[in-house]
Structures are given as structure tokens and as C-alpha cells.
């Protein structure tokens, strides 16, 4: 296998070394080292789909003249590749010929993956349906999937082939796995940590899922992403919090337990909200107080359990409380945490599900009543999924939007025929540089 990976695509003859049967370590005539100890790396699963393997390393190859360092991962072609781990693309190659091979590494840099490299061997060549071999550079890897951009774990990076040696074996991903940086790395024995590892349904939208993301589990039971936790959401929440299920993303249990259970998702600052008594209360921040609903403004009732995590105090004496909507200068404006009043566009106001018909009409507070200052508008809900002109699809998520490259990627993470809010590219622009890695700091392909 290492012998097609030369710069040069000059087959080497490899030669087997014959080790005592005490000896754990070896090299092969290319220079590549390998371990037979037996190790478990915490990983994903690197394909999504129906798969079949044996363990096959240091199996004969070539007539003995070389070992197998790997698992071949046995299924269709363009199955999708996920990051097993999270950490920077370390090496990419496209065939610069019909059998040359497609691969990338992955050097992993978190948890107890970090220090640990995974290769992907035999990524695809050809175009969907076909075995033309002129699928390089549109089928093999994911726009924005290159050397030196961060992946995270369960992201897709490729499609399963059978580029390079294996056009004769029928497709499959040979998977490696290595101590150390890419090719640099000793080579140990993958089948236990393939055996041991979660699997994923779907990938995942640059890893961890974005900032926001409602998700459907298989029991249809529905939780909201939230700083790396997962929130439980109720059927009344859902409805008060302008969460919608028809924008909710598919995730297989695997994929659940990468998140802590984080308690049940709070109720929106500026819910008005009914309790089974027949009390209305408004919620503000971390708190709720009695309060009056606006005419013809529906009030939905929610369960005690609705209201864990807020304070109870009384009416404030100004209403000019956080989460409140108010109509003034005869645009749409919510009262922050900070106490100013944050403009509320049409983009925003759909992303967050919020309605002019919820207001409080500036004219009918107090004529003593100071009302503050504008302070920056209000952005797009954690969690949207946008399009935009000359921008694509995205996702919104801590400040970022979080782009899905091409319609594949859109696919693959589980939005196609997803809602989404058309916005002008102005209004992302604003959001600051998108990943493809989705993390806030700033690693990742750039748009």
C-alpha cells in the first residue's frame, strides 16, 4: 500500500520482515514501522452506511512482498467518510492519473484520540453510477477539505472508492491508524478501536453539531444544542420558543451521547406564558413575574417542569424589561440583557419567531417612562439555516455561520429539504469569518 503513495507513484517491492514470536514491533523494507500491540482509540466510526470487515493487518499482500497496514471498511461506493477524530488535515492527495489513488491523513489533537493520525486510502475517483475514474476533483473530497484545515470529529471529509490498488477488489476505505503525525506516524493495528467505535447515522455538521441545532432523536424525543450540551425540549417549549420539529435534524443515539445532558432547554426571554392555575407570567432573562397578556396575544400554558431555572419576583416597576418587544419609531425593537433597545429586522424577527402582534406600542407606556437607547440590532437565531446569494447555505451558530459547502454536504448533514431563510449577504457578512471546522476560534477554511 505505501509503495503506490510515493511522490513519484513508482512501485517499490516490499518485503515482509519476518519477526520472532516474541517481538511486538517491526519495518518494513519502505521504511514504515508498525506495533502488534493491542491498543482501543476512542474514535467515530470513519464510514456512514452498511459495512463489513475482517481483521486483516499484517495480512499478506502481493504475493508476501507486502504487509497490510490497515482494515479494508468493505461497502458501496460514495458511502461517506467522517473525521474519526478532531484535529487538522495532515496530508491530501488527488490522482494525478486513472489508479494513482485519492487519500487523506488526519492528525488528531483532542481527548484521547490526541497524538494519534487516521488514513484514508482509496477515497473515490469516479463519477457517481460509473467506474470512468474522472470523479477526481468533484466526488473525492469535500469543498474546502484541504491540508491544513481543522476537521471535527464525525465531519464528512470523503467518499468511500476504489481509487489507487483497489479498483480490482471493489471499493472499500482502507483505514490506518498511526502514533504520531500522518505518514510519519508508527502504524498499529485499527480493528479493535473500528470495533469498539460509535457510529453515526449521518454526519455531522462540522463535527459537534452548530450552536442551536434542534435534534430529533429516534424515539422523536427533541433537544436543542447548547454549549456543547444537550437541552431536553417540551412539546409547549417547542411551541413558545418558536422551535419548529420541521427543522429538526435526525441523530442516532451514537450520535446523542457526544453530548452531556444539559437539563431542559429554558423558556425565551420575553415568553408570556400560562401556568395550569390559570397565573400569566412573563419571563425576563433567568426570572418570571406576574403579568397581562395583550389583547388577542395567545398564551400558551406550559408544566411546572417548564419553568426549572427561573427565579420568581414581582412586577419590576418599569416594563421596560428584557425580552420585551416594543414598537417604536415605527420599527420592531426587543429590550436586552444590557437594557437597550435592539432593532428587530425582518431576518431576525423570522429567525427568532418573533411577531409585531407581541408588542408593546411605544405611545402606550408611560409618558414619564424613559426609554433607552438603540444598541446593536438583533442577530440571527443560533441555529438558522440561511441562504444567501454569493454566500450559500450555512448555518448559524455563536456568531459564525457555519457554511455547507456544496449540495452533497447538504445531504450528508441531514438538511436537504430542510426550511431555510433566504437573507442578504450582508446580513451573514456580519457574522464574522464562516469554518468548516465550526468552532468559534477561528480554525477552518474561511469564506
Known amino acids: 500500500m505505501r509503495a503506490l503513495l510515493t511522490a513519484t507513484g513508482a512501485a517499490l517491492a516490499l518485503v515482509a520482515v519476518a519477526l520472532p514470536a516474541a517481538a511486538r514491533t517491526g519495518v518494513d523494507t519502505t521504511g514504515t514501522a508498525y506495533d502488534t500491540a493491542g491498543v482501543v482509540v476512542p474514535i467515530t466510526f470513519p464510514v456512514v452506511g452498511a459495512t463489513s470487515f475482517s481483521d486483516t493487518f499484517l495480512s499478506c499482500r502481493s504475493g508476501c512482498s507486502r504487509l497490510h497496514m490497515g482494515q479494508d471498511l468493505m461497502g458501496a461506493k460514495m458511502s461517506p467518510l467522517v473525521a474519526a477524530c478532531s484535529g487538522t488535515v495532515v496530508t491530501l492527495k488527488r490522482e494525478t ?10 492528525a488528531c489533537d483532542t481527548g484521547a484520540a490526541k497524538g494519534w493520525s487516521v488514513m484514508y486510502l482509496h477515497v473515490n475517483n469516479d463519477t457517481p453510477g460509473t467506474d470512468d475514474g474522472k470523479g477526481t476533483g468533484k466526488w473525492d473530497f469535500p ?26 477488489t471493489g471499493p472499500h476505505l482502507h483505514f490506518e491508524l498511526r502514533k504520531g503525525s500522518g505518514w510519519g506516524g508508527v502504524v498499529y493495528n485499527a480493528y479493535s478501536s473500528l470495533r469498539a467505535a460509535h457510529r453515526i447515522a449521518a454526519p455531522t455538521s462540522s463535527g459537534p453539531h452548530p450552536e442551536g441545532t434542534l435534534l430529533r432523536t429516534p424515539a422523536r424525543g427533541y433537544y436543542v444544542v447548547k454549549g ?12 413558545v420558543n418558536a422551535l419548529s420539529t420541521a427543522d429538526a435534524i435526525a441523530a442516532s443515539w451514537a450520535e446523542m451521547a457526544l453530548y452531556p ?9 420575553g415568553a408570556v406564558v400560562k401556568d395550569s392555575a390559570g397565573t400569566v407570567w412573563r419571563v425576563s432573562g433567568s426570572t418570571r413575574f406576574p403579568t397581562t397578556a395583550l389583547p388577542g396575544q395567545p398564551v400558551t400554558t406550559v408544566g411546572a417542569a417548564d419553568f426549572t431555572g427561573l427565579t420568581t419576583s414581582a412586577a419590576p416597576e418599569s416594563p421596560l424589561v428584557p425580552g420585551l418587544l416594543v414598537k417604536t419609531a415605527g420599527a420592531l425593537a426587543q429590550v436586552g440583557e444590557d437594557g437597550l433597545l435592539h432593532k428587530v429586522g425582518a431576518f431576525a424577527a423570522a429567525s427568532w ?3 409585531a402582534t407581541d408588542a408593546v406600542d411605544a405611545v402606550d407606556l408611560p409618558a414619564d417612562l424613559a426609554v433607552p437607547g438603540f444598541g446593536a440590532d438583533l442577530g440571527l437565531r443560533d441555529g438558522t439555516l440561511v441562504s444567501a446569494y454569493k454566500v450559500g447555505v450555512g448555518v448559524v451558530s455563536g456568531g459564525y455561520l457555519r457554511r455547507l459547502w456544496d449540495t452533497r454536504e447538504v445531504n450528508a448533514y441531514g438538511y436537504a429539504g430542510k426550511p431555510r431563510l433566504g437573507v442578504l449577504a450582508s446580513t451573514v457578512a456580519g457574522l464574522g469569518a464562516g469554518e468548516i471546522a465550526g468552532t468559534a476560534g477561528g480554525y477552518g477554511r474561511h469564506w
Do not use: C, F, P
Open 228 to 239: 456543547g450540551k444537550a437541552y431536553g425540549v417540551s412539546a409547549a417549549v417547542l411551541k
Open 97 to 106: 492519473h486513472v489508479g494513482g489513488g485519492n487519500y487523506l491523513g488526519i
Open 143 to 168: 469543498t474546502g477539505i484541504a491540508e491544513g484545515v481543522r476537521v471535527m470529529q464525525g465531519q464528512l471529509v470523503a467518499w468511500r472508492g476504489d481509487s489507487g490498488d483497489a479498483e480490482s
Open 353 to 355: 419567531g418573533l411577531k
Open 261 to 269: 445532558y444539559g437539563g431542559r432547554l429554558a423558556l425565551v426571554s
